[in-house]
């Protein structure tokens, strides 16, 4: 992504962890200074799906991270639902399946219309590193899952996945156009709390990033608006 200013600030500030109206004060602040907000699922079940609405109205892209996960048809008219009320983008993930992520992208298209829309395919939490993932059953290593589940992604056609950063280039050498989300971005220095895998901002974006997915680093700043706009001055955009 180019930092001359043609590409949009790649900021995705994540509000996970705060009530409605703490969230959309917090997101009206840090507009001019971010690409757009997470609403993830603490938020989505605690004050319902209109929350993605409410921070939709404020003009930036909404990314809701609901992670679905079930039989093809529930998942479609829930990916239907979310778009329905707002949401750029819907995650979903991967290890449902081919049909499933498919079902997803269906639902999703029906309800935006003219808005774009479209899915992201979540490979392998941040929090999980290769012990974690064989305890579940899956023998494969963090990157040779994130490379399935990509394929599947890039052969169903939908619009992106989110990963580590450790597996931003395994995205790019198997599914070259799909947009990586990355997660688990923190400032140098900052607390890793309980992510597996972290990188700066300037990391990320230099390994392959297209999204970076900020939360705590920003949120629970003492200032947000001066983290935000520490962080994107860093990474050469102008607000």
């Not at 992208?105 to 590193?129: N, Y």
């Not at 890793?192 to 700066?200: G, L, M, P, Y």
Request: glycine share 12%; aromatic share 2%; hydrophobic share 45%.
């Amino acid at each position: 992504m180019s930092s001359s200013g043609e590409s949009p600030n790649p900021i995705i500030v994540a509000l996970d962890e705060r009530n409605g109206s703490d969230a959309v004060r917090l997101a009206k602040s840090l507009r001019p200074h971010v690409g757009g907000f997470k609403v993830g699922l603490e938020l989505i079940m605690g004050v319902g799906p209109a929350m993605v609405g409410a921070i939709a109205d404020l003009g930036l892209p909404v990314f809701a991270d609901a992670k679905l996960h079930d039989i093809p048809n529930t998942v479609e008219r829930a990916a239907r639902h979310l778009g329905s009320v707002g949401a750029r983008w819907v995650t979903v993930h991967g290890s449902g399946g081919r049909e499933m992520v498919a079902a997803a992208e269906e639902g999703l298209a029906s309800s935006t219309g003219d808005r774009p829309g479209g899915i992201l395919v979540v490979t392998v939490l941040t929090s999980i590193d290769s012990t974690r993932l064989a305890s579940v059953g899956m023998g494969s290593s963090v990157g040779k899952q994130v490379a399935r589940l990509s394929r599947i992604a890039n052969e169903v056609g939908v619009e992106g996945v989110v990963c580590s950063v450790r597996e931003v280039g395994d995205v790019a050498q198997v599914a070259p156009d799909l947009v990586r989300v990355v997660p688990g971005i923190r400032p140098a220095g900052a607390d890793h709390h309980d992510q597996a895998s972290v990188a700066t901002p300037e990391e990320a974006l230099a390994r392959g990033a297209d999204w970076l997915v900020i939360g705590r680093a920003i949120t629970r700043a003492p200032d947000p608006i001066a983290a935000a706009e520490s962080i994107t001055a860093d990474l050469h955009y102008v607000t």
